[in-house]
Nanobody, 124 residues
Framework: QVQLVESGGGLVQAGDSLRLSCAVS????????MGWFRQAPGKEREFVAV????????YYANSVKSRFTFSRDNTTNTVYLQMNILAPEDTAVYYC?????????????????WGQGTQVTVSS
């Protein structure tokens, strides 16, 4: 079994920054994909960013490109989402997700494991 635990959410003002963390524990795999998603009230869960655990490229949703940065620390099995220049439309519950095969996946149903989510609220 795999456990994902997010942290780092909070209430900030427009223009501020936050860094979300996602700690991965449990069963390990030789390669897998890590994604970040978000879900605002009344909306579907949407793709934010994806990368592979072994490195390689990272892909971002157009709405966050150049503001958000995905990174990883293989020594602590943690991935991060650095979010800069936050705007009210970034308000959502943010989730990290894991798929037990390498690749770049942008649909929620393609992921097998999910964290519990962390709330990010950006005030104007």
């Amino acid at each position: 079994q795999v456990q994902l635990v997010e942290s780092g959410g909070g209430l900030v003002q427009a223009g501020d920054s936050l860094r979300l963390s996602c700690a991965v524990s449990g069963r390990t795999f030789s390669s897998y994909a890590m994604g970040w998603f978000r879900q605002a009230p009344g909306k579907e869960r949407e793709f934010v960013a994806v990368s592979t655990w072994s490195g390689g490229r990272t892909y971002y949703a157009n709405s966050v490109k150049s503001r958000f940065t995905f990174s990883r620390d293989n020594t602590t099995n943690t991935v991060y989402l650095q979010m800069n220049i936050l705007a009210p439309e970034d308000t959502a519950v943010y989730y990290c997700a894991l798929r037990t095969s390498s690749g770049y996946y942008s649909l929620p149903q393609e992921y097998e494991y999910w964290g519990q989510g962390t709330q990010v609220t950006v005030s104007s």
